[in-house]
């Protein structure tokens, strides 16, 4: 898969893309990243791509012709028509759904914007506007990493344990349950807290305990028992801090059966502690 990512900012995008799974995947060869720099695609001599608003009012917009020159310039390397996202505020909001639609094309361009946003008429050549969420950020390089990074893993070969990228909570639309590794009890409390608590609730910790221990049922060598347990958690989870995601999760009988006890067990105690 090939990705063209435009941007005034192209140290940012750098930097991020050459380390961890994406790194690796480039220099596997199972991905391609061409970041262009947006000012290379302007004529004047100080490389403008902002300019005052039509119409008034606060802040600048990115002018058009820079980004018509930077698609047609990466357009013109292609056979295929490439699949063409623009990052913005205004865009559908990018899931673990988007993120498996988009890994099927083979050329997908990233355009980031800045400032107050760009030419209306930049959006004739958009395919598809993506957000990544309902807050703030300054420009679409972010954003265009979050997509990067979230598409990578979904291609062929590039997270090294395929089961993992199968088995993971957005896929299966459960939130994940804990993870402990070695040493089984580590002396307490490690919190920093003062009452010695855990952290965020929900299921797991022995937060009162002097000693951090690792809950026995992992360490007993009962496979269906860790089972069993890791489901109850991922759902005790769920419901205590997602419930929006059971609406549309994939249960087994047995995930269907332990979601039924934590909601009985919800309604007459008024918590969601497994
Ligand atoms: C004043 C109105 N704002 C629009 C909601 C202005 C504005 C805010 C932020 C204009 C551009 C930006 C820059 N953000 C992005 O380009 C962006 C973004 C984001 O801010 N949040 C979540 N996803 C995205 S994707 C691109």
Redesign the pocket.
């Known amino acids: 898969m090939t990705f063209d990512i435009v941007t005034i900012f192209p140290a940012m995008i750098e930097g991020a893309l050459a380390v961890g799974v994406v790194g690796r995947a480039i220099e596997r060869g199972s991905l391609a990243v061409t970041v262009h720099d947006l000012r290379q695609f302007t004529s004047d001599r100080h490389h403008v791509v902002d300019d005052v608003p039509y119409g008034g009012g606060p802040g600048m917009v990115m002018k058009p012709e820079p980004w018509f020159r930077a698609l047609d310039a990466i357009t013109e390397r292609g056979p295929e028509r490439p699949h063409v996202v623009l990052?913005?505020?205004q865009?559908r909001r990018f899931t673990q759904a988007v993120a498996k639609e988009l890994s099927v094309r083979r050329h997908l361009v990233m355009l980031c914007?800045r400032y107050?946003?760009i030419d209306e008429r930049v959006r004739t050549r958009v395919d598809d506007e993506?957000?990544?969420?309902d807050?703030?950020?300054?420009?679409?390089e972010l954003?265009a990493l979050v997509i990067v990074d979230a598409v990578a893993r979904l291609l062929p070969g590039v997270v090294g344990d395929e089961q993992s990228v199968v088995e993971e909570s957005f896929t299966r639309g459960l939130l994940d349950f804990p993870h402990y590794t070695r040493p089984a009890e580590l002396s307490g409390p490690a919190s920093g807290r003062p009452d010695g608590s855990g952290a965020a609730g929900g299921g797991g910790g022995a937060a009162t305990d002097a000693t951090l221990k690792v809950p026995s049922v992992l360490l007993s060598g009962n496979h269906a028992a860790i089972r069993r347990w890791r489901k109850r958690q991922a759902l005790a989870r769920t419901l205590e801090r997602r419930p929006d995601l059971l609406a549309s999760a994939v249960l087994d009988e047995e995930e269907r059966e332990i979601l039924r006890e934590l909601v009985a067990h919800e309604g007459t105690t008024g918590t969601t502690e497994a």
């Open positions: 990052t913005s505020p865009g914007g107050e946003g993506l957000s990544i969420g807050y703030v950020l300054s420009g679409g954003p």
